[in-house]
Antibody, heavy 119, light 110 residues
Framework: QVQLVQSGSELKKPGASVKVSCKAS????????MNWVRQAPGQGLEWMGW????????TYAQGFTGRFVFSLDTSVSTAYLQISSLKAEDTAVYYC????????????WGQGTLVTVSS | QSALTQPASVSGSPGQSITISCTGT?????????VSWYQHHPGKAPKLMIY???NRPSGVSNRFSGSKTGNTASLTISGLQAEDEADYYC??????????FGTGTKVTVL
């Protein structure tokens, strides 16, 4: 069965970096793109962008360029989200979500990773 | 890209039907039949309920249905049940080859 398992919660200081992982299983990793979605405390879901797991080409939404990097390690079927120069406003739950056949068809999601940025 | 507009809250009694709207523009909702709906219980992963405007994934109850007219998509939940109480988000593909979520709607079962 398809599963996306994310890394655990992180507590970071402002200015630090964090790398969240999303390990996929139960399907051919390169057959489906991987999206990243953010939910800040008390806020709604926000699409951050996606990475083509076949080519490694990332696409970032407005507001998620510069400090945010999507990457892959296809040898272990894992997608990564790295955030650098962390700010308090980066505190959020970050989800990975598999892109199925149709655009916007995010059919399987990771359990979410809480990243807390606090001094 | 601005978030799609949803009502902040919708409520209904068990057994009733409710409809959640999702309003965008001709550059997203109105321009593509790639509207999806997600159910999100706090603390859990969002769940895909509808894709491509009106298609239900395997395993999703047929009490959930989707439609679209112009720039507004809708999710209808019929035969409302206590377990339907959750946050619901629409999303759409956009002319920029990106995706955008709605503002979210809290569904309360009275």
């Amino acid at each position: 069965q398809v599963q996306l398992v994310q890394s655990g919660s992180e507590l970071k200081k402002p200015g630090a970096s964090v790398k969240v992982s999303c390990k996929a299983s139960g399907y051919t990793f390169s057959s489906c793109g991987m999206n990243w979605v953010r939910q800040a405390p008390g806020q709604g879901l926000e699409w951050m962008g996606w990475i083509n797991t076949n080519t490694g080409n990332p696409t970032y939404a407005q507001g998620f360029t510069g400090r945010f990097v999507f990457s892959l390690d296809t040898s272990v079927s894992t997608a990564y989200l790295q955030i650098s120069s962390l700010k308090a406003e980066d505190t959020a739950v970050y989800y990975c979500a598999r892109q199925a056949a149709a655009p916007g068809e995010f059919d399987f999601w990771g359990q979410g990773t809480l990243v807390t940025v606090s001094s | 890209q601005s978030a799609l507009t949803q009502p902040a809250s919708v409520s209904g009694s068990p057994g009733q039907s409710i409809t959640i709207s999702c309003t965008g523009t001709s550059s997203d909702v109105g321009g593509y039949n790639y509207v999806s709906w997600y159910q999100h219980h706090p603390g859990k992963a969002p769940k895909l309920m509808i894709y491509e405007v009106s298609n239900r994934p395997s395993g999703v109850s047929n009490r959930f249905s989707g439609s679209k007219t112009g720039n507004t998509a809708s999710l209808t939940i019929s035969g409302l049940q206590a377990e339907d109480e959750a946050d619901y988000y629409c999303s759409s593909y956009t002319s920029s080859s990106t995706h955008v979520f709605g503002t979210g709607t809290k569904v309360t079962v009275l």
